[in-house]
């Protein structure tokens, strides 16, 4: 597990790390105490990766087209 925050961490860190506890937490073989800790910290990564994906379709969606398709610039995005 890495020592950096999760809230530093790109999409591809989180979820690198996300499948390695997961991969730890299905073998089983670890101490309750440190399941515990696991099972936190995938939490903090899961929650850490949604914010990414919905930042990213925040984008995507904000994108504006011209008549033939074509990306032209992006609208600003109404914060909820």
Known sequence: MSDQPVDEMTFEQAMKELEDV??????????????????????????????????AEEKVAAITLDAQGQPVGITPVDPQ
């Open 22 to 55: 997961v991969a730890k937490l299905e073998r089983g073989d670890v101490p309750l105490d440190e399941s515990i800790g696991l099972y936190e910290r995938g939490a903090k990564l899961k929650a850490r990766c949604e914010k990414k994906l919905k930042e």
